[in-house]
């Protein structure tokens, strides 16, 4: 069946712009993170969904980061005013349920450059 | 608050050879621990998982064991194969609701025939 997709899977911005990330977690998850891996890194939580519902943001690394999930399923986050600092690869993953025992499911991730 | 610490790589092996990386965590009460592997050019997926003490994950050939006396969840393999080249990342979830993962720095593995 159909895993996690996330779109575009690479993104280069002017220091400045806005840019939108899209994430389509696999039908019927319940739960949707989004995390920043910098190079040579392991992946860093930035923020979490239990359907459309914004549960934990804590992540978030400024208040130019910011994410939604409208309708329980498609997600997208937004940076706005692009540093080069947000360079890095936004991976989003998708859970059945909302136990810490859940195994994640990751999409191939967007590879963001800012020049 | 919560933290993975994994041994430092990148890690070389001939095939057949026995594979240990090392992963200790700092974490209050009882954590899930996991093992996630990147193949070159494919996503992070779940290797293995060990949701309480003394739990056993295993899969591919792979084992790890949930030892809470040693806060330690180290991988293990008795033969690699060139295939299972690839990054390894050992992650927790906390105890509790909260089931965001926390994720170590990751191990690059290569295994030449």
């Known amino acids: 069946g159909a895993g996690v997709s996330q779109s575009p899977r690479y993104k280069v911005a002017k220091r400045g712009q806005d840019v939108a990330l899209r994430c389509d977690p696999i039908?019927?998850?319940?739960?949707l993170f989004w995390y920043q891996q910098a190079l040579g890194q392991g992946p860093e939580f930035l923020t979490y969904?239990?359907?459309?519902?914004?549960?934990?943001k804590s992540g978030l690394p400024s208040d130019r980061f910011f994410a939604e999930r409208p309708e329980g399923s498609v997600s997208t986050l937004k940076i706005q005013r692009t540093q080069q600092e947000d360079s890095a690869v936004y991976l989003c993953?998708?859970?059945?349920?909302?136990?810490?025992?859940?195994?994640?499911?990751f999409g191939p991730g967007t590879r963001l450059l800012v020049l | 608050g919560d933290s993975v610490t994994q041994m430092e790589g990148p890690v070389t092996l001939s095939e057949e050879a026995f594979l240990t990386i090392n992963c200790t965590y700092t974490?209050?009460?009882?954590?899930?621990l996991f093992w996630y592997v990147q193949y070159p050019g494919e996503g992070l997926q779940l290797l293995l998982k060990?949701?309480?003490?003394?739990d056993k994950g295993s899969n591919k050939g792979f084992e790890a064991t949930y030892r809470k006396e040693t806060t330690s969840f180290h991988l293990e393999k008795g033969s690699v194969q060139v295939s299972d080249s690839a990054v390894y990342f050992c992650?927790?979830?906390?105890?509790?609701?909260?089931?965001?993962?926390?994720f170590g720095k990751g191990i690059t593995l290569s295994v030449r025939p």
């Open positions: 993953a998708s859970s059945l349920g909302t136990t810490r025992q859940e195994t994640q499911y």
């Open positions: 060990a949701t309480k003490a003394d």
């Open positions: 969904f239990q359907n459309e519902a914004q549960l934990d």
């Open positions: 974490a209050t009460g009882y954590p899930s």
């Open positions: 039908s019927g998850h319940v739960s």
């Open positions: 992650a927790l979830t906390p105890t509790g609701a909260n089931s965001k993962l926390t």
